[in-house]
């Protein structure tokens, strides 16, 4: 959430933090704003809507020099307007800028004793009171670098910062502490950014910040000092993207790539984690031997959102193949839930970005109380992959898109695999292993041949896009894949939508069933088709709208449903792999149809870093 980008070389700024907002635009889109060090000091341009209304505003006014920081928001404090937007100013004669991504908890007392000792506030933001701070503490001097570092102290929360000041021309000081923070290291210029996605173009070389860290650039130099250590000597890290990882590519949004990249993201997730010989996946990163895997007698998955749909089907997949006990917990929750955890339980938390700041409260919490902690994330470097004791990357390159597509396949993917490890661990036999992976290896081609119904699940949608709610019905594996479409559907095209395993609607939900709410039943053929197939003839009953995932060839299914969307004949183990797609495309063309703006869905934001 809340993009970073700042800058300084020998370029003129503006442009560079404007293209890096860009790219981060997805991370929080209510205001943006720039500020540069030009020849008359300080120029502040900010303006509530997206990046390209502060473009436009540039263009009316462009804001000179070759230094400078830039932020687009995700509100926290006070609505999207003007004066809300970052760059915020400190000191009533403009002596900082600063721009924040998290939220400072004691900022209303901070702002009480500002106001007392005459600063004037000008926004509803908790991030002022930073901006007025570093300009107290840096009074009449131009030690920038010295005066942020005095005022961190006073700040209870989470923050990465830029920031800069016309005393010190050329100078960007950037400060983390529970929000991510990254140097980009060029040629005579120096970056700084929430996410490595804004200094790609420009530099492959980077240094993540750990929290208590500070850091100064100039266009020839960085210095990282720690708050309680003392100077740093910085690990840089290079970043391994394809080139063209964040651009559309002729698609008409970036959800929509990334549901039709989901072949390749798949195959990449699998990509040497097989082993045939001995029918078993392998993991290069788990820093657990077999003999201490083996020892475990609990696993806990901890996540949000979607990675939390992921880690269900983790739940299904681990007790049916390794019968090991499993339970599935909000981070949010689990961080501070006193959820008793005997000494053989595995902590494992999932998150797409690695940044996500509940899962990363759980993984603290877990670690804290000294148990074995895995993670399995998309960003390489990220603050989970860096704290976790081991883990597994998913490897599907950047996702873009708010509402996470690729990055839920490629980690049901990874809980296949770690099903299928864990199985062997225990009492899984080789055949029965190899049965896994060789289902694993057909899942790509299966998904090319939904992607290719595409045409019939946009006419699905155009049924049901007028719909004020729908319901979503899945068992076993499919249960997760349910509650994924609800969340969807929910998130980008703001129909109200609830997941339920498919036997649960006779508790309640049938209740909601008439001819104008869809019913969509998420029913490959499986152990449980026969029941499955009893519960959709009670919605049929009901003159309930029946829209069915289920096996090509599927008659008795087909002929229940108003739309029946096929998907090839899989093992049962993978399916949930792919009978999730045709709900995402689903998703995906109620949206277009609907208007929505699909990639910066409203309220939403991608990489949640705040509580
Ligand atoms: N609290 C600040 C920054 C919000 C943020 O980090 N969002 O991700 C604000 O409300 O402006």
Redesign the pocket.
Known sequence: ??GIVGYTGGNPASSILVSGLRRLEYR?YDSAGLATLGENGLELRKRAGRVRVLEEALEANPARGTCGISHT??????PATDA?A?PHLGGNARAVAVV?????ENYAALRSELTAQGYAFASQ???EVIAHLIARELGEGDDLYEAVQRSLPYLEGTYGLAVVSPRCPGQVIGARFG?PLVVGLGEDEHLLASDALAIAPHTANVAYLQDGEVVRLTPGKFEIRHQEHGPITPRIDRLDWKPDAVELGGHAHYMLKEIREQPDTVMDACRGRIRRAEGTAIFGGLNMSPRQLRRVRRVVFAACGTSWHAALVGEYLIERLAHLPVEVEYASEFRYRNAPLDDRTLVFVLSQSGETADTLGALREAKRQGHPTLAIVNTVGSTIAREADGGIYLHCGPEVGVASTKAFTAQVTVMTLLALYLGRLRHLSFTDGLAVADALAEVPSALTSVLATEPAIEAAAHRIASARSALFMGRDLHFPVALEGALKLKEISYIHAEGYPTAEMKHGPIALVDSETPCIFVAPRGSLHGKTLGNVEEVKARHGMIISVGTEGDESLASLSDVFLPIPDLPEVVQPLVAVVPLQLLAYHVARIRGCDIDKPRNL?KSV??E
């Not at 928001?73 to 006070?78: E, I, N």
């Not at 924040?100 to 400072?104: A, E, K, L, R, S």
């Open positions: 959430m809340c929080g928001r995700w509100a926290t404090h006070g809300n970052h924040h991504n998290g939220v400072i933001t908790d991030t929000s934001a870093t705040v």
